[in-house]
């Protein structure tokens, strides 16, 4: 791991050399610090907005590599996990680093089956929100409340809490979720089936009527289970950043998920695959995407579902969400949307604007379809990514609380405001 490489740097405006050491590609941004103009002088800050250039921890969670196109989970490439590894093992792999034995895989999905009722009282906390209120605010909010149902969730270095906090979390998120849909459409709450598997008591949840037990299609069943592995993590984006930012507090890991949970509900991370659908339903047909196109690059918008701050050649879960696509369609018919959609990305991929911009599709752009043709409303898409992102968002926070060199997240700015001034109306001259 470690290395002899350093960085020389000379401040040409002391003429003073420094030597930073380089330790696994970086280096260290308080190293900058030592090198000033004068004593009193705070020293050399690095200025990185939005982080472009900055490695916030060390994880040994996920790896990417944007320009090769290659996820891996604890090592397993994503193609080989998803499809053959459920949901629930890969949650457990996050977490514990290693895939479960049978009988590990057995009693951990016995362990978060037995945690997916919510306390009665979270109904009538859903119950007292509008009607047409958007399922990604309640469940960001209902995430937010479980912390008062379990006070004991602030002991964060526990690892027996820990553990309890992580399972109820994943067990409870298909409930919170499919409670929140239930609520928008005036259905009665349908409660957990614990004979169902984790994917097929969240399809239970959100569809049962008045038949004494829901029997979920098995094809969607495993198309989703497969979309909640793509989804499990992506190591330090918006979201589970802000986990780990707001996990850095100490705050209980309830508080920590809201925030993150609401991070995601933006358009340019998971709220983006609701914005595909929409984008797709504005321009309507085949025929109108040349126009679209060009709207596009005149930058009068974004193509939605298109373009990653990490995937430069091509986003590896979009390759498997296709072929997810084409098993889904076969059990619900074509979305009429998907011809849409091939289109715009036949024009993106030949078209100069998006090979100069390295925009491929990412994720996001054909999810959606697939959870449209399932019936999902275009509402619930972001929280169906957020289900499947809590197990990365847990298993980072846990990675956070044990590492000797987290702090509590406290960035430093570059200040461009006032200098002194006085209510009397005189003033400094800003240094
Ligand atoms: N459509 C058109 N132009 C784009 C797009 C797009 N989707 N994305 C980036 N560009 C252009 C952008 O205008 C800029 O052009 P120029 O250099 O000429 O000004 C250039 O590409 C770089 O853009 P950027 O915003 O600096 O890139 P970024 O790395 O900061 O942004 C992104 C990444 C995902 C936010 C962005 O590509 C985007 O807004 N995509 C659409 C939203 C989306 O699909 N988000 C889901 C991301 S994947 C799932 C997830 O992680 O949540």
């Given at each position: 791991m470690g290395t002899t490489r350093v960085l020389q740097i000379t401040d040409s405006q002391t003429g003073l050399s420094y030597e930073i050491p380089v330790v696994d590609g970086a280096i260290r941004?308080?190293?900058?610090?030592?090198?000033?103009?004068?004593?009193?002088d705070f020293g050399l800050l690095s200025y990185d907005p939005a982080f472009l250039?900055?490695?916030s921890c060390r994880s040994a969670i996920t790896y990417i590599d944007g320009d090769q196109g290659i996820l891996r989970y604890r090592g397993y490439p994503i193609e080989e996990l998803a499809g053959q590894a459920s949901f629930l093992d890969v949650a457990y792999l996050l977490l514990h680093g290693e895939l479960p034995g049978k009988d590990e895989s057995a009693g951990w999905a016995d362990e978060i089956t037995h945690h997916t009722f919510v306390h009665e009282n979270v109904k009538k906390f859903i119950d007292g929100f509008h009607h047409d209120a958007h399922p990604m605010g309640i469940l960001v909010s209902t995430i937010a409340a479980l912390s008062t149902f379990y006070p004991e969730a602030k002991a964060v270095s526990d690892q027996a809490r820990q553990h309890e906090q992580i399972v109820r979390l994943i067990a409870k998120m298909p409930t919170l979720a499919a409670f929140a849909y239930r609520h928008a459409m005036g259905l009665p709450y349908a409660y957990p089936d614990n004979e169902l598997s984790y994917t097929g008591n969240f399809l239970n949840m959100m569809r049962k009527m008045s038949e004494p037990r829901y029997a979920p299609n098995p094809v969607l069943e495993q198309a989703l289970d497969v979309l909640f592995v793509l989804h499990a993590d992506h190591e330090q984006n918006c979201s589970t950043s802000t986990m780990r930012v707001v996990g850095s507090s100490q705050v209980d890991p309830y508080s920590a998920a809201a925030a993150a949970a609401a991070a995601l509900f933006g358009p340019l991370h998971g709220g983006a695959n609701e914005q595909v659908l929409r984008m797709l339903g504005e321009i309507g047909?085949?025929?109108n995407v040349p126009a679209y196109i060009e709207r596009v690059k005149r930058g009068e918008l974004r193509l939605m579902g298109f373009g990653h701050r990490v995937y430069k050649n091509y986003d590896p879960r979009a390759t498997i969400i296709k072929k997810v696509a084409d098993q889904v369609f076969e059990v619900t018919g074509r979305n009429p949307m998907l011809d849409v959609a091939l289109e715009l990305e036949r024009i993106a991929l030949a078209d100069d604007y998006f090979i100069r911009h390295k925009l491929y599709p990412n994720v996001d752009f054909y999810s959606g379809i697939i959870y449209q043709a399932m019936g999902?409303?275009?509402?619930?898409f972001p929280v169906l990514f957020a289900i499947g992102r809590m197990p990365g968002w847990l298993a980072q926070w846990q990675e956070g609380t044990t590492?000797?060199?987290?702090?509590i997240s406290r960035p430093r700015q570059l200040y461009v405001g006032q200098g002194l001034r006085h209510l009397d109306g005189t003033a400094q001259v800003r240094r």
């Open positions: 941004a308080i190293d900058l610090r030592q090198i000033k103009v004068s004593d009193d250039n900055t490695a047909s085949v025929g999902f409303p275009v509402a619930m590492d000797p060199e987290q702090k």
